[in-house]
């Protein structure tokens, strides 16, 4: 029985088990996506109802536009697929994909929803193929490579309905591209393999989401620079341009591509809003705070909640084993000194030791570059790279969402915490080594547990394509001809993504919700928007429809020759719906837009309860 868990599973084999498993659990927290397909979401307002609206509309709209423009919001402009959040990568495959091999249209939030899902899978492998290497227990290989991914800050963007941000692989490319390089190196192996899968995997996961090029390229680049300047081996021009293509090449390709094919990149604001604005930095509290489900508790934790951007919990594992070894060092410091030197002496522990080292870096980074100590202090953070890349130049400002540049960091510690243990495992005799390792990976399941739980009761109804969840739409598009009509105007009106706060509108939810549903029942583009990087100029023109007697004449020109569909939900306005503005003239422009109705003395079309659609037709 002992020579069975003594004996090292083949990586195949190995790599197998560990996939199956983790769809075992994909299938408890998930199930439902897929066994009733079109039913459940994920969230159904803000950022998330909008990335899926974008998802579909881009699926739906006819082939003839182009795999780089999307035209469902923000009409009569559109924009470009890069300004979307809907995965850009992963929704123009699906497109060809349903173009050229089967139509999965009609079924384009769940093939979202695996894709997006089955990252836990690659996140998973990778973790086989980084820990089998470096350790003995291939016990421990198994579960943390199973349970660590339930575990990452990442997964935690599907509730907030940031989905492309939960590919907690791509991080994991960067991390085990830096091990790779690094082991392949000191054996004197060919780094050719791993330094194309990485920038290949880097520069395409940049389609995705823009983020994850800084986020992994600040990692990555840390380490090699720490590595090769400590080592001397910045010297070696292939292992320098190695370094240089997992770090700086799928920058390059990925703004590059985007600005050869960005027909308004001139028109965009350069310099965004937002930089340093607290909820979007780290605050080191969100390490020691739980996500709401967990039922295991460290012994300290914070009472004030963090904003979901800052929700960065390292985990029970990571905290009681850092508790743990710190009790054993102030026992024992000589021979914890000793067993120290003696690990950082292994491939494992100095590779850990630069991993923690450039992932610290992005740790600094999440803190932001000035953050406030009392009510008339500040903190100047000059450890933060943003300091310097900012004056490098200014589209390091775009990046300013800061803590998610923490991720590395959740990684890189439990990662390290994993070796440690391991070793320790293997130089240690006393018997009950073996109940403190049980301990510390049963701490790791019950997080893992709780969340699989959490994941599974969250689990919405789907009430953006689902028709039979619309009985109000339904009831008002009866006897209406859409056919007639180019776009949907919806009042409330909201614009957001242009990055001036004086014209950015918010709306209401649960409107900006039925205006989505209405455009993709009907195939209509919206004159609303909520995207990202919007032309100022655009904006513009579109608030002044509800802001002049005579809308912009440039905007009329390009509206005339069909009738636009105006949808008014009255009840927004009613009290117990909440209009989000934070400036003064959105706010006008939010509480005058039905007066819009009364200027163009617009026809009613249809009807129900405080749903109206009216026909505009354009002079």
Not at 263 to 276: C, I
Not at 582 to 607: C, E, H, K, N, Y
């Amino acid at each position: 029985m002992l020579d069975f868990f003594r004996r090292k599973p083949g990586a195949f084999g190995l790599t197998l088990t560990a996939a199956v498993l983790q769809l075992l659990l994909l299938w408890r927290a998930f199930g439902p996506l897929f066994a009733q397909p079109g039913q459940f979401i994920f969230v159904d307002e803000g950022d998330g109802a909008k990335n899926y609206y974008t998802f579909q509309a881009y699926l739906q709209q006819p082939w003839e536009q182009g795999l780089r423009w999307f035209a469902g919001m923000n009409y009569p402009f559109g924009d470009y697929i890069f300004y979307t959040d809907n995965s850009p990568l992963l929704a123009a495959a699906v497109k060809l994909f349903s173009r050229y091999v089967y139509d999965v249209t009609p079924y384009g939030l769940d093939v979202y929803h695996g894709l997006v899902l089955s990252g836990m899978v690659f996140s998973t492998v990778l973790l086989v193929s980084l820990l089998r290497p470096l350790l003995r227990a291939w016990g421990l290989v198994l579960a943390f490579s199973v349970l660590l991914p339930w575990l990452s800050p990442q997964l935690s963007r599907l509730t907030a309905g940031h989905f492309n941000l939960a590919l907690s692989w791509v991080v994991l490319l960067g991390i085990w591209g830096t091990y790779q390089l690094y082991t392949r190196t000191e054996a004197g192996q060919s780094i050719r393999r791993p330094v194309l899968l990485v920038a290949a995997g880097l520069t395409l996961a940049g389609f995705i989401h823009l983020y994850y090029l800084p986020i992994v390229g600040l990692y990555t680049g840390s380490f090699l620079a720490w590595w090769l300047l400590r080592s001397g081996r910045w010297r070696q021009g292939r292992l320098l341009a190695g370094a240089a293509a997992v770090t700086v090449l799928p920058v390059v390709l990925c703004y590059a591509t985007i600005r050869l094919l960005d027909g308004y990149f001139a028109l965009r604001l350069a310099t965004p809003s937002g930089f340093n604005y607290a909820p979007w930095r780290l605050s080191l509290a969100a390490l020691l705070q739980p996500y709401p489900y967990e039922k295991a508790r460290f012994i300290i934790e914070p009472e004030a909640q963090v904003s979901y951007e800052a929700k960065m919990y390292l985990g029970t594992f990571a905290l009681f084993g850092l508790l743990l070894l710190l009790l054993a060092v102030l026992r024992q410091p000589a021979r914890w000194k000793q067993r120290w030197q003696e690990w950082r002496g292994t491939t494992a522990g100095r590779w850990a030791g630069l991993a923690l080292g450039a992932a610290t870096v992005g740790l600094l980074a999440a803190l932001g570059t000035r953050f406030a100590l009392g009510p008339d202090w500040y903190v100047n953070n000059y450890l933060s790279a943003f300091v310097y890349l900012q004056k490098i130049s200014g589209s390091a400002a775009h990046f300013r969402a800061f803590a998610r540049f923490a991720w590395p960091f959740f990684w890189a510690l439990n990662l390290g915490g994993v070796l440690l243990l391991d070793y320790w495992l293997s130089h240690n005799r006393h018997w009950w080594r073996w109940a403190v390792a049980l301990g510390l990976v049963l701490l790791a399941w019950l997080d893992t547990r709780d969340t699989l739980k959490a994941y599974r009761r969250g689990l919405l109804p789907n009430a953006l394509t689902n028709v039979s969840r619309q009985p109000e739409l339904t009831q008002l598009l009866r006897g209406v001809d859409v056919r007639r009509y180019q776009a949907i105007l919806p009042i409330p009106y909201y614009h957001v993504g242009s990055e001036n706060m004086d014209l950015t509108v918010d709306g209401e939810k649960e409107h900006n919700l039925r205006s989505y549903q209405l455009a993709l029942r009907t195939g209509l583009p919206l004159m609303a928007s909520r995207m990202s990087r919007t032309a100022p100029v655009q904006a513009e023109a579109l608030a002044s429809l509800f802001e002049q007697p005579t809308p912009d004449a440039a905007l009329l020109a390009k509206l005339r020759g069909q009738s636009v569909l105006v949808f008014y939900d009255e009840g927004a306005y009613q009290p117990g719906r909440t209009l989000i503005a934070f400036q003064d003239r959105p706010r006008r422009l939010l509480s005058g837009a039905p007066g819009f109705i009364t200027r163009q003395q617009l026809p009613l079309v249809a009807q129900f309860g405080t749903l109206r659609l009216y026909r505009w037709d354009v002079k």
